[in-house]
C-alpha cells in the first residue's frame, strides 16, 4: 500500500507514468479502477477545485466520494498523540484514520498549516498522523505542499512546451494583501527542478526563501540534472529569457506568526505584479497560477486574458492527474 503525500516520495519515471495516462485519460480512455470503492475527502480548508476534480474524477472512475467539511461538519479534531483533550477537540485522528478506514478505501486530506507555528507545522502533523494510522492510501489535496497541483502544473508545461528538461522555470512571489501557505511555492520548486528545468526563484527578499527543506531539495535535483537554481531579486534580470512563469505570493518563513513584522518587506515586492512589461523580458513564455488568483493583483488583465496563461488548462489537468494517481493507488492495493 503506498500513500501519496508528496512527489518527493515518487520518483520521476513514476511520475511520468501517471501524468502519460493522466494524457490518455484527458484524450477519452475510460477506466472503472475504482468501481465498488469509496474515497473520503477531508477539507479543513476551503475549496473550488479541488473538491469538484476529486469528486467528478472518482465517479468517473467507478467510485464514491464521501466529501467532509471537518471545520463545520465533523468533530473538532486533535492531532497531537498523548495529548489530554480537554479542550476543543472532541475526536482524535488515531481514531478518525482508523474508522474511515474501516469505511472506505482511499483517504484524501486538506489541511493548511494554522500560520502560527512553522516548527511543528512544517512536520505536516495532519496528515502524517493521518497516513500513521490509516490502514488505506492517504492522498494531499494540499496541507504544506500541494503535490496533485505540482502534476497538473507539469502536464500542462509537457502539453506546452514538449521537452521541459534545460528550459527555463521562474517561480515569482507576487503581491497578496495578506500572508498565504507556502505549499504550492514549495511544490513549484519540487516539480520544476525533479523534471529537469532549470529553476530561478524572484523574491523581494531573502526572508522570502522556503524552508531549507525544499530549497535544498530543489538544488539537489538541479545537481542530479546538471540544472541551475538560481534565487533572484532583480526583476529584470530574473524574468530574462525565461521559458515559464509561475506565480504565487506566500508569507515569509522568518515573521511565521508574526506577520505584522513582515509587512516592510512584503512591501518591497510591491511592483512583482505579472505584467506584459515582465513577459516581454521572457522567451515568449507561458504563465500559469494555481488558482484561485486576484486579478490586477497577482498578474494584469492583459497577461490573464493572453494564449500565454496556462491556468484554466493546469486547473482542467487536475481532474485528469488525480484520476490517474488515484488508478495507480487503486492498482497498489490489489
Ligand atoms: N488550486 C487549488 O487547489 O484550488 P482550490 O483551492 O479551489 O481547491
Redesign the pocket.
Known sequence: MRHFLSTQDWSQEELQHVLDRARALKAGASSSALAGKSVALVFF?????????FDIGIVQLGGHAVVLDARAGTWPMEMVEGAVMDGEAEEHVIEAAKVLSRYVDMIAI?CFPNFQDWTSEREDPLIMAFAKHASVPVVN??TIV?P??ELALMMALQEKLGRVENKTFLLTWVPHPRPLNTA?ANSAVLIASKFGMNLRMLIPDDVYRLDDRYMSAAEDNCAAHGTRFEVMTDVEAAYSGVDAVYAKSWGALPFYGNWDAEAPYRAKGAGFMIDDAKMALTNNAVVSH???MRRNVKIADSVVDSPAFLGIEE?EN?LHVQKAMLEALARDMD
Open positions: 480548508n476551503p475549496s473550488l477545485r479541488t473538491r469538484s476534480s486538506r489535496m494540499e500541494h496533485c497541483q504550492v494555481c488558482l484561485p486547473a487536475r
